[in-house]
């Protein structure tokens, strides 16, 4: 699966993005789709995941009640809706795809079968 994201940009604390991942590949609907970030000099972490096909989704703890993740099957896009961002959500953003084993739950850089490449988020205070 082929994955590009786009979307990033500078905000202000407290404002809003939307990050979009299109997705293409005739099995992309098999796996769980996620987000990642990467700040500099930190490792990339967990943010956001969806199960393609049941909708089921999951959050790291330090997103949760600020960012949405969905799913448009017609668009066969991943949006990451991003509210009340703080300096500290500064990094770049990557979508990914999971192998078909992964869960929402168990996504994570190892088991991430295709990344897309990064958009830059960066909040200012």
């Known amino acids: 699966v082929q994955l590009q994201a786009s979307g990033g940009g500078l905000v202000q604390a407290g404002g809003s993005l939307r990050l979009s991942c299109a997705a293409s590949?005739?099995?992309?609907?098999?796996?769980?789709m996620g987000w990642f970030r990467q700040a500099p000099g930190k490792e990339r972490e967990f943010v956001a995941a969806i199960s393609w096909s049941g909708g089921s989704t999951y959050y790291a703890d330090s997103v949760k009640g600020r960012f949405t993740i969905s799913g448009d099957n017609a668009k066969n896009t991943v949006y990451l809706q991003m509210n009340s961002l703080k300096p500290e959500d500064t990094a770049d953003y990557y979508c990914?795809?999971?192998?078909?084993?992964?869960?929402?739950?168990?996504?994570?850089?190892?088991?991430?079968?295709?990344w897309g490449q990064g958009t830059l988020v960066t909040v200012s205070s």
């Open positions: 590949g005739r099995t992309f609907r098999s796996y769980v």
């Open positions: 990914a795809a999971g192998y078909p084993w992964a869960t929402v739950q168990s996504l994570g850089v190892s088991t991430v079968y295709s």
